[in-house]
């Protein structure tokens, strides 16, 4: 899963470990966004769409462990890294 060195927009994920939901704070607001979700396979498991500057996505059905997220704009990807779910 690559991630990038010097990604363009900041993320901020909380709580991180999450269990219910995840709150998305960018550093800059995107327009024809996604937040996309991986699981420990590579697997897109969800896609939610981002615009502006924040945004929250659920993650109470979801699997505890280790998961990938890719935030990108018009298909560009900003922004990789990882969140952990807890119960």
Same mark, same amino acid.
């Given at each position: 899963?690559?991630?990038?060195?010097?990604?363009?927009?900041?993320?901020?994920?909380?709580?991180?470990? +999450?269990?219910?939901? !995840?709150?998305?704070?960018?550093?800059?607001s995107?327009?024809? &966004?996604?937040?996309? $979700?991986? #699981? +420990?396979?590579?697997? !897109?498991i969800?896609?939610?769409?981002?615009?502006?500057?924040? &945004?929250?996505?659920? $993650?109470? #059905?979801?699997?505890?462990?280790?998961?990938?997220?890719?935030?990108?704009?018009?298909?560009?990807?900003?922004?990789?890294?990882?969140?952990?779910?807890?119960?």
């Open positions: 899963f690559p991630l990038l060195p010097m990604p363009s927009v900041k993320v901020k994920l909380s709580p991180n470990p +999450a269990s219910k939901y !995840l709150k998305i704070e960018l550093g800059s995107v327009a024809n &966004g996604y937040f996309e $979700v991986y #699981d +420990a396979q590579s697997k !897109l969800r896609q939610v769409p981002m615009n502006g500057n924040s &945004g929250q996505i659920g $993650v109470n #059905d979801l699997s505890v462990g280790m998961y990938y997220y890719k935030l990108t704009e018009n298909k560009k990807l900003l922004n990789s890294g990882t969140f952990v779910v807890a119960k």
